[in-house]
């Protein structure tokens, strides 16, 4: 086995915070609580002396939503996160006074600006700039900042697959599975998705947890899932999967579960709920209860923001078809499974691992790659989607409850 | 570690695996393995579709990466095409029933 083998590298240097936890990024946070603020806070951003680690988020919804505060809260006060402009219009329902208590009690720098209050558009995208410009003249976003030191293991990184294609399960997925009983073993901490993209794969990782206990949560967290996809009408099974080879709805659930790797699954955690410990971790998505707000995640970067939400400093994102998107807040790591789409837009991905298909190297060989790139990318090197400049972020309504013990046995 | 000698066109995905995965488009012949061996395909195979590793008896669990993906519904020979006619799910009529019961 080579999961035993040391991790690549040696000690990076990342951004202390109060809370113990490192960033690897100093991203300005400028967030928008409610729709009518977001060209606000989109201009504020892009207007700054130097917008590149200026970060758009937001929630763009008028009701008061218990899941997005919750979300913007872990957002705001995430590791890749320096400082944080609110922007409010001023009569949405969003609770901007406690957003601002949580992020200046975790000693980061924050502003609120209302629009209503300060004079408009334009008074208040001029406020912005000049706050954000401010904090940024301290040593925000400055390689100087990077003091605390830290190595692979102590970062968590979050996994999903978007654009899947046949290829996808053969190649990028189970290279980060071997990426992830890499950094595991090593005292890493891994985070996978997503129970409806797992139907048929329940036993199997029940057998993986550390406790029956927590065995028997994954069983029902999955056929909680396969329960809420149908009652969305979602099928189970498409044409396509058949021509490109996949037979039946467990062989597709498992090109995606081979992203999770092989080893000791340690809990399930929801949206928002920040993972405890080291180990390998399978993040909920589905919402509890019959179906309220539709599908648990309308696209790709919903996903992404959760797993960020959860912790992540860093996301492997395989494909096939070829996804171009990257994320606010932590770096994206595109993996393509498929030669020919790598071929077509290599600028857009960071790892080649459909040369597999091609015999020019192993699923070993890859995964040692990625783990190379990570510790760089660690240490600052942009990723393709960053240098091209993807900052996607979607938060909709949604509901989401914290897991318990059972689901978190390895937490005392 | 792999080994990268000499491009294999069937993947084993894991140890013990009855499926090999085509890397390429297949014609009827020997074909390298990734695990070091060779199999005889028996028939056309595209890329992504699968290949009996060995003899597969009736009623057989079919594993890939370590993991069920179904059962054979008939013998299955080593470097025949495994796909719906030879090979159903474990799990779909359990799924229709229990989204039918909601």
Not at chain 1, 250 to 260: C, D, V
């Amino acid at each position: 086995m080579t999961a035993a083998a040391a991790l690549p590298g040696g000690t990076l240097l990342g951004y202390p915070r109060s809370d113990g936890r490192v960033g690897i990024r100093d991203v300005v946070a400028v967030v928008y609580l409610v729709e009518c603020a977001r060209l606000v806070a989109d201009a504020i951003a892009a207007g700054c002396s130097n917008p590149d680690d200026v970060h758009v988020i937001g929630f763009g919804g008028c009701y008061p939503s218990p899941y997005a505060q919750q979300m913007l809260e872990r957002l705001c006060t995430h590791p890749n996160v320096g400082a944080v402009a609110l922007v409010s219009l001023g009569c949405e329902g969003f609770d901007r006074e406690r957003l601002a208590e949580v992020v200046a009690a975790s000693g980061r720098p924050v502003t609120t600006l209302v629009i209503q209050q300060t004079g408009g558009t334009r008074a208040t995208v001029a406020a912005g700039r000049a706050w954000v410009d401010g904090v940024r003249a301290g040593s925000i976003g400055t390689p100087a900042a990077r003091t605390a030191p830290i190595e692979l293991a102590d970062l968590v990184v979050g996994t999903i697959c978007g654009g899947s294609d046949g290829t996808s399960g053969i190649t990028a997925n189970p290279v980060v599975g071997r990426v992830f009983d890499r950094l595991v073993a090593a005292g890493g901490t891994a985070v996978f998705e997503e129970t409806g993209e797992l139907i048929g794969c329940e036993r199997h990782m029940a057998a993986r947890a550390v406790t029956p206990e927590l065995g028997a949560e994954i069983v029902a967290r999955v056929e909680k899932a396969a329960g809420y996809y149908t009652a969305m009408g979602h099928g189970s099974f498409a044409p396509g999967n058949a021509e490109g080879g996949l037979t039946t709805l467990e062989e597709k659930s498992l090109g995606a579960y081979t992203k999770s790797g092989s080893g000791p699954i340690h809990g399930v955690v929801t949206p928002g709920q920040l993972v405890p410990a080291p180990g390998l971790y399978l993040l909920d998505v589905v919402p509890e209860g019959a179906p309220r707000w539709g599908f648990p995640n309308i696209n790709d970067n919903a996903e992404i923001a959760e797993l960020i939400a959860c912790g992540s400093h860093v996301v492997l994102f395989t494909t096939g078809r070829g996804s171009v998107v990257g994320s606010a807040i932590s770096p994206v790591v595109k993996i393509c499974a498929n030669p020919e789409t790598y071929r077509r837009m290599s600028e857009d991905m960071d790892v080649d691992a459909g040369r597999i298909l091609e015999g020019r190297d192993g699923i070993d060989d890859v995964a040692g790659e990625v783990l190379d790139l990570l510790h760089e990318v660690a240490g600052g090197r942009p990723t393709a989607s960053e240098g091209l400049g993807h900052t996607e972020f979607v938060l909709t309504y949604k509901s989401s409850e914290p897991t318990g013990p059972s689901c978190l046995p390895t937490v005392r | 570690m792999s080994g990268t000698t000499s491009p294999a066109t069937l993947i084993r995905l894991a140890e013990g695996d009855g499926v090999l995965v085509a890397a390429q488009d297949l014609a009827p012949g020997p074909h390298r393995t990734s695990a070091g061996g060779t199999v005889l395909v028996r028939e056309r195979v595209a890329l992504g579709h699968k290949v009996a590793a060995r003899d597969l008896a009736m009623g057989e669990r079919v594993v890939r990466a370590g993991m069920s993906i179904g059962s054979a519904t008939r013998v299955i020979l080593a470097g025949e095409w495994v796909h719906t006619h030879n090979l159903a799910s474990d799990y779909i009529a359990t799924f229709a029933h229990r989204g039918g019961e909601r």
